[in-house]
């Protein structure tokens, strides 16, 4: 039956990779914390615009009254996203980010390299330093780790090395952020013009704080900002989320769908396999009956075809993996907290436990198909 088994596998494998890869990202979004310290007391906070606009970007002397009048942070920082030149004997464009002097310590991570930034690094006017990513530390440094402590040239400024980031660190924005620079600002510059909303905002709440008491706090200091700064503030307000439902809010929905959807696909796939399998059986009515003419008993029967089914299933569990890690892998893209999912034992659980559903059917159907009798013979149903 090669031509069955061809058509089998790969259909069993397209099912179950599918659903593998849906109920992976389903587990990492509601299981797996993010690589933080204490990642539930991380907010994203924006602000809201009178015309009802509720991911808007903050504008840097909002945040600044936010923090400080707050009860409920422990500190927030900013970031922007920012190209940069390498210069060099090579010239390279990579993605990089612009980030207040906190950024990594409010987050909770810290470097694999160096001791990061310092407050006074934000300081306009003080000596450009830079971070980088174990990306670039390998592609372009060849993880020589006295590049650390040395200078670089950054868009066209000699820059001083700090720190490197781990492999697995955890940031925002881009998964695919190479250089990391202090945010400064000019002492006279004026933050609320009607260009004042560009910053993103990542808060740490103080232990025993829940984002329902931070909001009617921020409600509150809106207010009295709106009262302080009518033409800038008039009618805008805060909105604080969760970074983990900030992150993968959007996404969960689809997911729960997609679970439905592909779970529903498998058991389709299940039952016309099953039901085409059942009509091929015929050509084994002789071999069928010898067997019940040799002793053999329903559970014989099981035990055999539980073994042809295992074979299906745990080989579309195989091929179905390799597709499940492409799925997610082209997800993660786009979610930057999902970038280090790998293909780890639950991953490969889920896929091995899809196959043995699969077998399941493929095991007790035919079996329960086959009439056994008394005068020594049988036939399928």
Same mark, same amino acid.
């Given at each position: 039956?090669?031509?069955? !088994? ?13 659903n ?6 389903l %587990?990492?979004?509601?299981?797996v914390?993010?690589a933080v *310290?204490?990642?539930?007391q991380l ?9 009802? /606009? ?13 923090t400080?009048q ?6 927030s920082? !900013? ?7 390498l210069?060099? !004997? ?12 906190n ?9 694999? $390299?160096?001791?990061?930034?310092q407050? @006074? ?19 372009r440094?060849?993880?020589? /780790?006295?590049i ?33 620079l ?12 009607h +260009? ?5 905002? +990542?808060?740490?709440l ?7 008491? #931070? &909001?009617l706090?921020?409600n509150?200091?809106?207010r009295?900002? *709106?009262?302080? %700064? ?11 989320? @969760?970074? &983990? ?9 689809? $997911?729960?769908?997609? /679970? ?8 389709? #796939? ?6 085409w ?9 002789r *071999? $069928?009956?010898?067997? +019940? ?12 075809? @539980?073994?042809?089914? $295992? ?5 579309? /569990?195989?091929?179905?993996?390799a597709?499940?890690r492409?799925?997610?892998a ?9 970038d280090s ?11 091995l436990?899809l196959?043995?559903?699969? @077998?399941v ?21």
């Amino acid at each position: 039956m090669p031509i069955f !088994t061809g058509i089998a596998l790969l259909t069993l494998s397209i099912a179950i990779g599918v659903n593998t890869a849906v109920f992976s990202l389903l %587990y990492q979004i509601q299981f797996v914390p993010l690589a933080v *310290e204490e990642p539930k007391q991380l907010v994203r906070l924006w602000e809201t615009s009178p015309e009802g /606009a509720s991911e808007i970007p903050v504008s840097p002397a909002n945040i600044v009254d936010w923090t400080r009048q707050s009860n409920t942070l422990l500190d927030s920082a !900013t970031w922007i996203h920012a190209a940069a030149r390498l210069d060099g !004997t090579s010239v390279e464009i990579v993605e990089g980010q612009m980030v207040s002097p906190n950024f990594f310590e409010v987050l909770g991570v810290r470097p694999a $390299l160096g001791s990061g930034f310092q407050i @006074a690094d934000g300081r306009y006017g003080a000596p450009l330093v830079v971070m980088i990513s174990d990306r670039l530390f390998t592609r372009r440094y060849g993880r020589d /780790a006295s590049i650390v402590g040395q200078s670089i040239p950054v868009n066209g400024r000699d820059a001083l090395v700090v720190g490197v980031m781990a492999a697995d660190a955890f940031t925002m924005g881009s998964p695919h952020c190479d250089v990391w620079l202090p945010l400064r600002f000019h002492p006279k510059r004026k933050d609320r013009t009607h +260009v004042g909303r560009y910053l993103n905002v +990542v808060a740490r709440l103080a232990p025993g704080v829940s984002i329902q008491t #931070a &909001q009617l706090e921020f409600n509150g200091i809106a207010r009295q900002l *709106e009262q302080k %700064y009518p033409r800038f503030n008039a009618r805008w307000g805060v909105r604080a989320v @969760a970074l &983990q439902e900030s992150l993968t809010g959007a996404l969960q929905q689809p $997911l729960r769908w997609g /679970a439905s959807a592909g779970f529903a696909m498998l058991l389709l #796939a299940c039952a016309a396999l099953v039901k085409w399998y059942l009509k091929r059986q015929s050509r084994r009515s002789r *071999e $069928l009956a010898l067997r +019940v003419l040799l002793g053999s008993r329903r559970l014989h029967f099981f035990q055999l075809f @539980a073994a042809e089914g $295992l074979v299906l299933g745990l080989g579309g /569990a195989v091929f179905g993996l390799a597709l499940a890690r492409r799925l997610v892998a082209e997800v993660c893209v786009f979610v930057p907290q999902m970038d280090s999912m790998r293909c780890d034992s639950i991953f490969i659980g889920i896929a091995l436990g899809l196959g043995i559903l699969c @077998a399941v059917p493929f095991s007790v159907v035919p079996a329960m198909s086959i009439r056994l009798e008394t005068r020594g013979n049988s036939r399928l149903r």
